[in-house]
């Protein structure tokens, strides 16, 4: 099961023959300075990478590097020879990961990830959605032969009204899509980023097979993860059938269709959460916001290339990460706008509860299309938890939710889901007011 292994290896190797090394991926790289790398000779860094690649130890800083490593990918933009430089630094990293920490110890962080992650997706799904509904947005199954598969990844399910819009856009759109959803779908970063790489083959080669299985010509991936982690670490081992690309880009090209059918379009000051990373990714969200009759886009000064997504950085990098919130929000009140957009889930989770101390709404940019075409609305469940004032109006659904879907969560789960959501840099309610809450009735 060390195929995985035995092919990154081979792809570190062969990236570093085409480097030349120039240093440009080091000068360009945002947390070099943070990781203390920036008296390092940029040359040398990546003759680091290069040793390290050639199964060799470094004599510089470059191991340092691969762990401070965000995933911006600007890196990428700046290589003259269009080395995935990304991709290279997650492959030496498992490398890495794999030489260093004993096989048990990295199946075990591997296990004890995961499990906490489908813990909290399915009481968070639980607290928001009835059983039926939960089942249809996992797996669609019996619609006829499908155009697209629609690959939510697992951890949207936090803030599975963003599913829901989703599903109005591609019906409004008349697309035949089938969903691949939740935890049973599972793209392997947990396992990777662990090296627990014979799990990671296990489980991305599972997933894959059933992309295989629909028959669609594309997967398109909401999570902008699972895009990176299926795109840029697996298919150039796997070779599978399927191509997959980033939701936002297959929208794009139902742009001027979605225009003819516009019409509940309330005015809207809105600034974008921006993210670079993900090549065309804000770039298409900013086209299809601006397509909206009477949604006005207002720049405002952001740092956009500080990961391609929120999630995960602020683990690593909470300060900057409040930092460049700050940034956003006060940018947004003073420019007028009355909501904040954003592109992915975790941007909308961290951001939700921002509402109870800005004067503005949080939305994802999938709201504001499923209403511009008429579709229903989905109440944010996790925002609404997520604000200290509005809580109370929603713990009465929430239990009842729990209770359809046959959940009675223990102190323990509770404690886990409220860790989760009150360690997420931008999460502004109170964890003793929700544990007591969600306890009440428990
Ligand atoms: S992906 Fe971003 S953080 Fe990682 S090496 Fe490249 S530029 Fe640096
Ligand atoms: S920018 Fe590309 S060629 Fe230059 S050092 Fe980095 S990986 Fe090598």
């Known amino acids: 099961m060390d195929n995985f292994l035995n092919f990154t290896e081979d792809y570190c190797r062969e990236v570093a023959n085409s480097c030349t090394e120039c240093g440009l991926c080091v000068e360009a790289c945002p947390v070099v300075p943070l990781a203390g790398l920036e008296s390092q000779d940029a040359g040398q860094l990546v003759s680091g990478l290069k040793s390290l690649s050639e199964g060799k130890s470094s004599t510089s800083r470059a191991s340092d590097w691969l762990d401070a490593c965000n995933g911006s990918g600007i890196c990428n933009d700046v290589c003259p020879e269009n080395i995935n430089v990304r991709s290279w630094i997650s492959g030496l990293r498992t490398i890495q990961d794999v030489s260093r920490t004993p096989e048990r110890d990295r199946r075990k962080a591997s296990s004890d990830k995961f499990r906490a992650m489908s813990q909290a997706i399915r009481l968070l799904s639980s607290m928001q959605l009835p059983p039926d509904v939960i089942s249809k947005i996992t797996r669609t199954k019996g619609r006829g032969p499908a155009d697209v598969v629609f690959y939510t990844g697992c951890n949207v399910l936090r803030t599975?009204?963003?599913?829901?819009?989703?599903?109005?856009?591609?019906?409004?759109?008349?697309?035949?899509?089938?969903?691949?959803?939740?935890?049973s779908f599972c793209c392997g970063v947990t396992q990777h980023r662990s090296g627990d790489i014979g799990s990671y083959e296990r489980v991305a080669s599972r997933t894959s097979r059933?992309?295989?299985?629909?028959?669609?010509?594309?997967?398109?991936?909401?999570?902008?993860?699972?895009?990176?982690?299926?795109?840029?670490?697996?298919?150039?081992?796997?070779?599978?059938?399927?191509?997959?690309?980033?939701?936002?880009?297959?929208?794009?090209?139902?742009?001027?269709?979605?225009?003819s059918q516009f019409a509940n379009c309330p005015p809207r000051r809105v600034v974008l959460q921006e993210h670079d990373g993900i090549p065309g990714v804000t770039e298409h969200v900013t086209e299809l916001l601006a397509s909206i009759p009477h949604v006005e886009l207002?720049?405002?000064?952001?740092?956009?290339?500080?990961?391609?997504?929120?999630?995960?950085?602020?683990?690593?990098?909470?300060?900057?990460?409040?930092?460049?919130?700050?940034?956003?929000?006060?940018?947004?009140?003073?420019?007028?706008?009355?909501?904040?957009?954003?592109?992915?889930?975790?941007?909308?989770?961290?951001l939700a509860g921002a509402a109870a101390q800005?004067?503005?709404?949080?939305?994802?940019?999938?709201?504001?299309?499923?209403?511009?075409?008429?579709?229903?609305?989905?109440?944010?469940?996790?925002?609404?938890?997520?604000?200290?004032?509005?809580?109370?109006?929603?713990?009465?659904?929430?239990?009842?939710?729990l209770k359809e879907n046959g959940v009675e969560p223990n102190h323990s789960q509770i404690e886990l889901v409220a860790?989760?959501?009150?360690?997420?840099?931008?999460?502004?309610g109170s964890k003793e007011e929700f544990v007591k809450n969600l306890e009440k009735k428990s």
């Open 160 to 183: 599975p009204h963003i599913v829901m819009n989703m599903m109005e856009i591609l019906d409004a759109l008349e697309i035949l899509y089938e969903i691949a959803g939740g935890t």
């Open 298 to 350: 207002v720049p405002v000064k952001q740092n956009r290339n500080f990961g391609y997504v929120c999630g995960g950085i602020g683990e690593t990098y909470p300060d900057i990460q409040r930092e460049n919130y700050r940034m956003l929000l006060e940018g947004a009140v003073a420019a007028q706008a009355d909501c904040v957009v954003t592109i992915y889930h975790s941007c909308q989770r961290m």
């Open 358 to 401: 800005y004067p503005l709404n949080v939305l994802n940019y999938t709201d504001l299309i499923s209403e511009a075409l008429g579709r229903p609305s989905y109440t944010d469940i996790y925002g609404t938890l997520a604000r200290v004032d509005t809580m109370d109006t929603i713990i009465e659904t929430v239990h009842q939710l």
């Open 419 to 428: 860790n989760q959501m009150f360690g997420e840099p931008g999460f502004y």
């Open 210 to 259: 059933a992309f295989e299985e629909m028959k669609a010509q594309e997967v398109i991936s909401w999570c902008p993860t699972c895009l990176l982690q299926f795109n840029e670490n697996w298919v150039n081992y796997d070779k599978p059938d399927y191509a997959m690309a980033h939701v936002t880009q297959f929208l794009h090209k139902y742009l001027d269709k979605m225009r």
